[in-house]
């Protein structure tokens, strides 16, 4: 059993090499090794310093130097970057609420900055002061709820500051549209063996694929249509949330048998 | 980096060859046959960069193995032809330069 100073420092390895886009494979071979080391050291009352030297931030970086780039990183980032601007423009196509202006541009890209560098620099600056502990989890907690929270904000001004119109179409067109695309981003990622992302994709349609069928094809500012997507949406969180938890306990009861 | 902080890392590579071509050796273990030896100024840490720069360069192999204490498996490295190739290269280097640098400083004492 490592100590937790020792848990916090293999954490912080694996999450700076995974942000440098060095492969999985290494990754987990190093941290092994780090481990069974950290194992001896502190069974010979020595502790991690005796390994960073002092420098935490130092030490992996010397590591990091010597392991090679995941070659497909880039193209999956950028694949990543794609998907990502799917999901947030597709259920707005399907609704028919989808006006290309300055201010969506301007939104997109910056839920797509915050929600992908910003993340990973919150994440991992968490994660170095906090460790595997409660206080890590509630600070994602507060970061993700403040992130939501600003999305939904930056939607109502959207709305009321669209800035300059770029491109604008009808309902049906924009369902069309949707449709085309919703089909591509769930196909492609089933044909790359991405099933998660080809379900999160419908998942997070459904609840207007479902408010656009009971409404008989009704217009997304009318408040059965908003009652029906909030209701489904609520529910698709809730049993989503619901099943990581029962996954996530099952792993753990694994691990400790 | 200090001019003997590079020094240091250079011969680390060399002394760490030299060690895995004594026979099947593990990260713990190397850092203490480095002790027992009194090679100077390393943290212990530092080896891990070397190994994975040796495995790289294919000097050294590596293989998984399940350790004497009964954990998980661990890792040993062996050297491999080419490591031997490069440790002979290093030795024969260090063998001028020791000499070179020990008939240098002796004319430094000599000049205080």
């Known amino acids: ?257 | 980096m200090s001019v003997s902080d590079q020094m240091m890392k250079g011969l680390l590579d060399g002394a760490i060859l030299g060690l895995i071509s004594q026979g099947e050796t593990y990260g713990y273990e190397i850092l203490e046959k480095l002790k027992e030896r009194d090679f100077p100024e390393i943290s212990d840490g530092s080896i891990y960069p070397v190994l994975l720069r040796l495995s790289k360069k294919g000097y050294v192999q590596t293989e998984l193995k399940k350790s004497d204490t009964g954990g998980p498996k661990r890792k040993y490295y062996t050297i491999t032809d080419k490591g031997l190739e490069e440790l002979a290269v290093f030795r024969n280097k260090w063998s001028y330069l020791n000499k070179g640098m020990n008939n240098l400083m002796r004319s430094v004492e000599d000049a205080k």
């Open chain 1, 1 to 257: 059993m490592l100590s937790k100073e020792a848990e916090k420092f293999l954490l912080n390895l694996r999450l700076e090499l995974m942000s440098r886009g060095k492969k999985d494979k290494d990754i987990q071979e190093i941290e092994a090794e780090l481990r069974d080391h950290l194992k001896e050291a502190e069974a010979h009352g020595q502790s991690v310093e005796s390994i960073t030297g002092g420098s935490v931030k130092d030490y992996i970086r010397s590591i990091s130097e010597e392991l090679p780039r995941d070659k497909g990183f880039i193209k999956y980032s950028i694949l990543l970057l794609i998907y990502l601007l799917g999901v947030f423009i597709i259920p707005d196509l399907i609704s028919g609420d989808f006006e290309l202006n300055t201010s969506v541009i301007l939104y997109n890209l910056a839920v797509l900055a915050i929600g992908t560098v910003g993340t990973i620099i919150i994440v991992k600056k968490i994660v170095t002061k906090y460790g595997d502990s409660k206080k890590t989890y509630i600070s994602y907690g507060i970061f993700f709820s403040l992130f939501m929270a600003s999305m939904v904000g930056a939607q109502f001004i959207i709305r009321n500051h669209p800035g300059i119109v770029i491109a604008e179409s009808n309902q049906s067109v924009n369902l069309i549209i949707g449709a085309i695309l919703l089909s591509i981003f769930i196909i492609v990622p089933l044909i790359m063996k991405q099933g998660f992302l080809a379900l999160f994709t419908f998942l997070i349609c459904l609840p207007e694929i479902i408010a656009k069928i009971v409404t008989g094809g009704g217009s997304p500012e009318s408040e059965s249509y908003v009652w029906i997507s909030a209701i489904v949406f609520f529910v698709i969180a809730i049993t989503a949330i619901g099943i990581l938890i029962y996954t996530s306990k099952k792993e753990d009861k694994k691990t400790s048998n």
